[in-house]
């Protein structure tokens, strides 16, 4: 560092002790803007991310397809033709190559009775993976396996709420309940990793059985809700353009199938998470212009009250950029300890709200938000203090030091 360089610093550093208090009060702004910026960037980050999470919980690379029910259908043999079976999964098993996981549903409302007492539940059949599709979390003892499935054993799942409310006392697992004259074993308890709230086949409560057994009571073979997973994110909109033209192919031109996914939804919620962090960054940067305001008044009021000093210093030999690097230097250190300081706070706070949130979700402490804090706040104080900068360089030494 040069002489000159060295004294342009003392000097600066020394105008800002001189008015420590001004100097405090005007950086404050520039603190409350820096910290907004980090905390804006980690908030909207987190909700994003537990946003995405919740809806990527219902089923990862999940494609599902119904059957569009048109009012106008007549004859009821040809409408059951256009009814989804378990070849219909097969055929989108081996046809697609992207699949690797595919299940099919089918529910019925029936009564349980337990101890005598009739309870309404949802029966839901479901064919293996399921569980590994829908991401059902298992409170106690298992899901139904292969052996069960083919040999349409009697058993069953109860949701959580229902065995809370069936057995409230006891273990469920190995308990017997009876729908209508079947009897079922109770081998698991279950629920959603993310609640529906009844908007998919599972309901607060819910039984799920085997899928063969439940078409051999009810009758019917007949898939409702067909599930099938595509083996990375990318392929989903692949298969489920293949899902939908492996029905049609299987089904008369005038049976309608809905084919969707998640994608468009969780494209939609990064939409909203990134306008809404926009907005509040702009407020952010608000904050900062207010506080670039202040910083540029102040130095206004300091270049009018040290005029004097000015013209003493240039006429011993400060040149105009001299006296301009100086100025800017304080605005620069100002702004620049208000958006460090800023930033230390932000990431505090952060750290320490971190504790208290519920589990599986945290705080992510953007790398990227601290340096465009750190940038923004000092372009503000450079920008703003330009100004009075400037006309501290242009004042003429004879003229100031007859200031008063």
Partial sequence: MSVIDRAIWEAAITGLRANTLKTLLTTLGVVIGSASIVLVVSVSLTGKRYIVAQIEAVGANVVYAERVKSSSEQDPVMALSDEMTLADLDAVRTSIPEVVQIAGTHEIPATVVVQGVEHSVTLVGVTEGFQTLRNLVIRKGRFLDADEMGSRSKVCLLTRELAAGIFPD???????????????????????????????????????????????????????????????????????????????????????????????????????????????VLVAFVALGVSGIGIMNVMLVTVNQRTSEIGLRKAVGATRREVLAQFLLEAALMSGAGAIVGALIAVVLTLAVAPLLPAGLSVPISGLSIALALVVSCGTGVLFGYLPASRAAHLQPTEALRHE
């Fill in 170 to 280: 006891v273990d469920p697992i190995d308990r017997i309940v009876r729908v209508g004259e079947l009897r079922f074993t109770v081998v698991g308890v279950f629920e959603e990793r993310v609640t529906t709230f009844g908007q998919s086949e599972i309901q607060r409560e819910s039984v799920l059985i085997p899928f063969p057994l439940l078409a051999s009571y009810s009758g019917s073979e007949f898939v409702k809700v067909l599930y099938a997973q595509a083996d990375r994110p990318e392929a989903v909109p692949l298969v489920t353009r293949q899902v939908a033209a492996v029905l049609q192919a299987r089904h008369r031109a005038a049976a309608s199938y809905r084919v969707e996914n998640l994608t468009s939804l969780l494209s939609t919620v990064r939409r909203i998470a990134l306008a809404l962090t926009i907005v509040l």
